[in-house]
């Protein structure tokens, strides 16, 4: 049987349920999702943005999923542990797909700011959803932003009103529970009216050994001169498959940036979308990975610059160690008109040991003439000579590596805007190479 | 050696004058400089003309009749029709690929005749001497400025000249044949030397390979072969001329380059296409295979008719390209100058299987008008220690796109693998696209694989000095487009750069203004 039929029956299937446990724009969408999910099927290796990761295996083992909304019980302050020390944030959770609304923090947010439940959001401000949900997302080219278009029935939904500035960041952590092997479809809608500022941070976990497929669709739209951060931290483990797509709509003079580290994982499939359809935008991608074992990491990005005056930056370091395996795909595309773009791409590889791999596929496609655009990709190992000096000096082989490893990492980090957040990163990222980090930096299973 | 190639350039520099005065009368002040480069501009296809030779052209269409025909014709053995046989059946199951960056309009396969033979009302036997070649053709060689004739023997180029499918002359061959190297047409070689055929062709891109490469294995009319013996140097430089002549005749050359061990051999091959209104479909296939310690040097300058400035007709041009780097120590090295064309699609490959192999290609890829490239290369490292280099410069003006495509990829076993990349592309006007499509594949922790790439316009700065000093704009552009390809330019060698030079010029005539 082909992997998408399971997934076409259970949705004629379980459609009623699916629809009674959401609501809103989330239910009016789904039909047009699946129309074309059935007409999609999962990408094989043959399409060419997903010719590193092998979709269709991916969802071939039986998930559970939970359309009836049951509640886990969890405790998240379990998982609280794995908060980032010394980051004041107002903290959030997200069950599986479900935000979680029995331990709201304490603080207050700015006048207007929302961070709810998107099924919530969904009734409570219809107008606001119905606007942006779905006028992101690729619905009718990508099969996978289309089966969480058809199956999303909850998530997480940020609005941030005009000229509002919201300084303390908004951390929201993703926790996978259950006692069997789940599939969790997460949807995010974050909206910054003009002049809007924010910084936003997720941070995926699981708490439990079982297996579990998740699939999130992000989408972002910042208004004229919004300004937003938006971080990625997966620390999950072995068993654990994501598939994310971000999509973000950019008008004039705004700012995002979009950091998507991954620690430690199972199979990770991240895709970033970014529409420059103002003038004078600004994106940032930034990406770090760290894998081992057999882990699998493949980024896809596409850059979009529809407007003048853009301006894009991407950097993005995998370290693979053992027998892991690493795609990076970064497609820049310049419209016709869309003069005066800058663009700068690089994509910089350590392969650890014979068995890690290592794909790269920086792609430039441009349409106008007066741009400045480059992209640069390296694959390499560590450097003799730098290893053979700190061996004089009488630092030992495995902790000189370490070291080089780390100073790799480090460009990234560097780039962080969070001071709190680096640090943690920086401790998180050696105690990673050290080998000491199990499954994630200190959730309660983990100890 | 050099003075003889110098006299070449200086008799085709005399023939360029001669028809710049003719069409550069009615301009009297016109910068003198710059003549050139306006003839050229005003002047249509300087190569759109259609000999009237004696074309023995078969039926259009493609079926197994059509196969059997062709290889019944050139009184082909058994083995070589079973080979045409399995690769027509082979590509009777494929479909047309479409990933390239390319706007292809339909092939109707069957609406092109699939065979056409200049020769044919000669004697059977062949020309033996120049007085026996049909007139008409001479002179279109003449046009071409071929050095086929004898007294051209001076410039030490061995000439193996394909019009349409069947080799009409072949020089020199008995100087190189002292040696024991072999410069034949490759119909002549599956009947003269078929163990070393059987042996190699299809070894390198086997039918199976692509769907253009199974449709040529099945119909290829004609293509050169040269076989260097071991420990053979080449003592000149070998070329061929293609040119696509008989009217909705594909063209399906297949060449076949195998040097032995310690063996050398420079290749060039250099194209020019008639004027015509329908697209004409060229899938050739060119296999090189490189022994240890041998080197190859092949060089490409490709001017096919590219379309009139609609973009209305031109050639596509859909090649396979490969070369084996079998022996330890072996070298390869391509380079292409791609002008021409309404479509080129092709990837000039490497697969460096020998240890300490080491493999460069080199590519300067001009579009303009409406004219398509997707080109690049491919480097497959699997012996240890193996080099490769990519350089590759495309420039794209008028409404035109230019792609580069290539993959490095090192396999687990290729230690010690080191590729440098580097893939410019020059933006001439706003309504162009380019390109680049980099894969990287790395298997192995010893490897070091590079690539960067920059896409750009020419810069107000460069252009805003040349002015200064007295350049105009349009001289100024050519200078730096020069400057830009020197890098891929000064590989070819000299004539052919002088060429190249030229080439570039006028292809990016009327661009800037």
Redesign the interface.
């Given at each position: 049987m082909k992997s998408e039929q399971q997934y076409i029956d259970i949705f004629t299937d379980c459609r009623g349920m699916i629809d009674q446990h959401s609501g809103g724009a989330l239910n009016t969408l789904r039909d047009e999702a699946f129309a074309s999910f059935a007409r999609l099927g999962f990408p094989t290796g043959k399409v060419?943005r997903y010719k590193y990761t092998d979709v269709p295996a991916a969802f071939e083992p039986d998930y559970g999923l939970n359309f009836k909304r049951l509640e886990f019980p969890v405790n998240p302050y379990e998982a609280f542990r794995c908060d980032v020390p010394n980051l004041s944030t107002s903290l959030y959770f997200v069950v599986n797909d479900s935000f979680y609304d029995k331990a709201l923090p304490a603080v207050t947010l700015p006048e207007g700011v929302i961070v709810c439940s998107l099924k919530e959001a969904a009734t409570k401000h219809a107008d606001k959803v119905t606007d942006y949900y779905g006028k992101a997302a690729n619905v009718s080219g990508d099969a996978l932003t289309a089966l969480n278009t058809m199956f999303a029935q909850d998530g997480l939904f940020v609005y941030v009103p005009r000229k509002v500035v919201v300084e303390r960041p908004i951390q929201v952590v993703n926790i996978s529970r259950s006692d069997v092997d789940l599939m969790v479809n997460r949807r995010v809608l974050v909206v910054m009216e003009e002049g809007a500022q924010a910084r936003l941070l997720f941070c995926d976990h699981t708490v439990d050994e079982h297996r579990f497929l998740t699939t999130q669709v992000v989408e972002v739209f910042a208004k004229e001169n919004a300004h937003l951060e938006l971080y990625e931290l997966e620390e999950t483990h072995v068993k654990n498959t994501r598939f994310s797509n971000v999509y973000i709509h950019q008008e004039r003079d705004s700012v995002v940036s979009h950091y998507g580290i991954t620690l430690h994982n199972g199979t990770t499939r991240n895709l970033t979308d970014v529409v420059m359809k103002g003038e004078n935008a600004t994106t940032n991608l930034y990406g770090l990975v760290i894998a081992d074992k057999q882990q699998k990491v493949d980024n896809n990005t596409l850059i979009d610059h529809a407007a003048e005056y853009s301006m894009s930056n991407q950097l993005y370091k995998y370290v693979l160690d053992e027998k892991s395996q690493g795609a990076f795909a970064g497609r820049i595309l310049v419209r016709?008109?869309a003069?005066h773009t800058v663009s700068n791409e690089r994509n910089a590889?350590l392969?650890?040991?014979?068995?890690?791999?290592?794909?790269?596929?920086?792609?430039?496609?441009?349409?106008?003439?007066?741009?400045?655009?480059?992209?640069?990709?390296?694959?390499?190992?560590m450097d003799e000579q730098a290893l053979f000096y700190m061996r004089q000096r009488g630092i030992s082989l495995d902790e000189a590596r370490m070291l080089l490893k780390f100073a790799f990492a480090g460009e990234v980090v560097e780039a962080i805007g969070l001071e709190a957040l680096r640090d943690r990163l920086r401790h998180l990222i050696e105690k990673r190479f050290r080998g000491e980090l199990g499954r994630c930096s200190g959730c309660a299973v983990c100890g | 050696m050099l003075h003889s190639s110098l006299w070449i350039y200086k008799n085709r520099m005399n023939n360029r004058e001669e028809r710049q005065n003719n069409t550069n009368g009615k301009k009297p002040n016109s910068d003198k400089k710059n003549k050139f480069v306006r003839e050229v501009a005003e002047k249509k296809y300087e190569y759109g003309f259609t000999t009237d030779v004696q074309t023995e052209i078969i039926d259009k269409g493609l079926n197994e009749e059509v196969v059997r025909l062709i290889s019944a014709k050139k009184e082909e053995p058994e083995w070589m029709l079973e080979f045409r046989l399995k690769a027509f059946r082979y590509w009777l199951t494929q479909e047309q690929p479409d990933w390239a960056h390319l706007k292809m309009p339909e092939i109707d396969y069957q609406a092109i005749s699939y065979y056409a033979d200049p020769t044919k009302g000669m004697k059977k036997d062949g020309p033996k001497s120049l007085d026996e070649i049909d007139p008409e053709l001479m002179k279109t060689f003449d046009k071409l400025g071929i050095p086929l004739e004898e007294r051209l023997a001076l410039s030490g180029t061995a000439v193996d000249a394909v019009m349409d499918s069947v080799s009409v002359k072949t020089t020199f061959k008995e100087k190189l044949s002292e040696r024991g190297i072999i410069f034949c047409s490759i119909s002549e070689a599956v009947r003269e030397y078929p163990d070393l055929v059987r042996r190699y062709l299809g070894s390198v891109v086997p039918y199976r390979d692509n769907y253009f490469a199974a449709l040529n294995s099945a119909v290829f009319s004609d293509g050169s072969f040269v076989y260097i013996p071991k420990g053979v140097r080449c003592p000149m430089e070998l070329s061929t001329y293609f040119r696509i002549n008989a009217r909705n005749t594909g063209q399906f050359e297949r060449t076949l380059i195998v040097c032995d061990d310690g063996g050398y051999v420079s290749y060039l091959e250099g194209c020019t296409a008639p004027m015509r209104d329908e697209n004409q479909l060229h899938a050739a296939i060119v296999e090189i295979v490189v022994n240890e310690n041998a080197e190859v040097k092949y060089s490409t300058v490709q001017n096919w008719y590219p379309g009139d400035a609609e973009g209305k007709g031109g050639v596509l041009n859909l090649v396979t390209k490969r070369g084996h780097l079998r022996g330890a120590n072996s070298k390869l090295s391509w380079t292409q100058v791609e002008t021409g064309s309404a479509i080129t699609w092709k990837y000039p490959s490497c697969v460096l299987s020998g240890d300490n192999s080491q493999a460069e290609f080199y590519s300067v890829a001009v579009t303009n008008n409406y004219q398509q490239a997707d080109t690049g290369t491919k480097m497959i490292h699997l012996g240890r220690n193996t080099k490769s280099t990519i350089i590759s410069k495309g420039i794209s003006a008028g409404k035109s796109q230019n792609s580069y495509r290539g993959l490095v990829r090192v396999a687990p076993n290729a230690d010690g693998a080191r590729n440098y990349s580097s893939c410019d592309s020059l933006l001439l006007g706003s309504e162009c696209g380019a390109h680049t499509f980099p894969y990287m594949d790395v298997h192995n922790d010893t490897a070091i694989v590079e690539h960067e790439a920059t896409t750009s316009k020419i810069s107000e700065e460069q252009l805003f000095y040349c002015n200064q000093r007295g350049i105009p704009t349009e001289e100024a552009v050519g200078l730096i487009v020069n400057g830009y390809a020197k890098e891929v330019i000064n590989k070819l060698p000299m004539e052919f750069a002088v060429e190249a030079q030229k080439l570039l010029s006028v292809s990016l005539e009327g661009t800037v203004g």
């Open positions: 060419e016709q008109g003069q590889n392969c650890a040991t014979k068995e890690a791999r290592m794909f790269t596929q920086p792609m430039l496609e441009i349409y106008a003439d007066d741009v400045k655009c480059s992209h640069g990709a390296t694959v390499g190992q | -």
